[in-house]
């Protein structure tokens, strides 16, 4: 199963722009799965939790779920999982018949519950732990989006007046034997290329979008092209930031589970976007079943593990307490990610702001210039 999840995160390509990151800021890779997202999964887990803690048995709970009307887009899969447990399977047996809905670390969670009789306790920190996801990524959204839609209303202006509102104005001055200046003499040669040669750079665009993914089908080539994204600078950082907290997550969710170190880590490799640390992951579990430190292979891969990350690690060996220190990385990493999302929008918001005004601007000026010359001519 974990090899089949890599297959499809390398195929799926791995440089898709900032919000594809994002997108994956979960403690597994967040993504719709037959039509059920993470925040719909954590709100069925949250009521199940509540109704099994007050005493309700787990079939009654899933059928009461089910008829509420706020359930609705989820009747189909709670009555497929009621009638599961009604034939005798298990509540983990039961979600992982639902092929590609439930992730596999959240049924071996689950599993772990059943086996020490604390489903609620599990199902409880599950829910908490996606709505805490969830809310970090929304926080995130809400600060690039002002950013992002200024960026595309500003190009959109742009594309608009060089494709539509120029030439118009252009057989205003031709028609006139108005001289064109260099400015504008280039916005409409820029105009002419988009009108007849846009189809071509399109079919490029795709083409290359076609090419990158055919490229990393090779597992290999796939591992070095996230190894540079992480390189990049100002977001290579803040990509790091979210890698490790993916893993943090599912390493800490593991351990609070119930699971020995070697074995979290195992579970620990495929829950995360980036495959230049997700195979980084895939070293540390081999070297903890060898008998080496954890913090000492994390040494080994530096430039993927932040310095405090691989420090509190140490301090969790040495004390025995790894799954708190996995918590306080946790925490770490969330208000660094938000940090650096603050600053990367401090420094993007007015650069983008000021370059579409210019851009805007420009291209008025440009579209009005010839006009002077007009009036100049009419005077004479």
Not at 348 to 363: D, H, K, R, S
Request: proline letters at 4%; charged letters at 20%; one cysteine or more.
């Amino acid at each position: 199963m974990k090899a089949t999840a890599a297959r499809t995160r390398t195929n799926s390509g791995g440089i898709g722009g900032i919000f594809r990151w994002l997108h994956s800021i979960q403690l597994t890779p967040q993504r719709k799965t037959r039509g059920v997202s993470k925040r719909r999964q954590g709100e069925v887990f949250s009521h199940l939790a509540t109704l099994l803690e007050n005493g309700v048995t787990l079939p009654k709970a899933i059928l009461t779920i089910s008829n509420e009307t706020s359930m609705r887009w989820g009747k189909t899969l709670l009555q497929s999982l009621h009638s599961a447990i009604e034939r005798g399977d298990s509540f983990s047996k039961a979600l992982a018949r639902e092929e590609g809905v439930f992730e596999e670390i959240v049924i071996q969670q689950i599993r772990i519950g059943e086996r020490s009789g604390n489903v609620p306790q599990v199902l409880r920190r599950i829910a908490d732990q996606m709505e805490t996801d969830n809310d970090l990524r929304s926080r995130i959204y809400k600060k690039l989006s002002y950013p992002t839609i200024v960026t595309l209303a500003g190009s959109g202006v742009c594309a608009f007046m060089i494709l539509f509102i120029l030439p118009v104005f252009e057989e205003t001055y031709r028609k006139s034997k108005i001289p064109l200046p260099l400015p504008t003499q280039v916005l409409v040669s820029t105009g002419q290329f988009l009108t007849s040669y846009g189809w071509i750079i399109l079919l490029g665009l795709i083409g290359i979008g076609i090419a990158v993914r055919q490229v990393r089908r090779n597992h290999n080539l796939a591992i070095a092209m996230d190894s540079h994204i992480l390189r990049l600078p100002l977001i290579g950082p803040w990509l790091v930031d979210i890698a490790m907290l993916q893993f943090m997550d599912a390493l800490g969710t593991m351990l609070q589970s119930g699971f020995h170190l070697a074995d979290a880590l195992l579970q620990c490799q495929g829950v995360v976007s980036n495959l230049a640390v997700d195979h980084a992951i895939g070293s540390l579990g081999k070297a903890v079943r060898r008998g080496e430190r954890l913090s000492r292979e994390m040494d080994r891969h530096q430039h993927l593990f932040p310095p405090v990350v691989s420090q509190l690690v140490i301090v969790g060996e040495q004390t025995g307490n790894l799954g708190p220190a996995s918590r306080q990385i946790r925490d770490h990493l969330k208000k660094d990610i938000e940090r650096k999302t603050d600053s990367f929008v401090r420094v993007v918001e007015p650069v983008t702001t000021i370059l579409m005004a210019f851009l805007v601007g420009g291209i008025l000026l440009a579209i009005y210039m010839p006009m002077f010359g007009m009036l100049d001519l009419v005077e004479r």
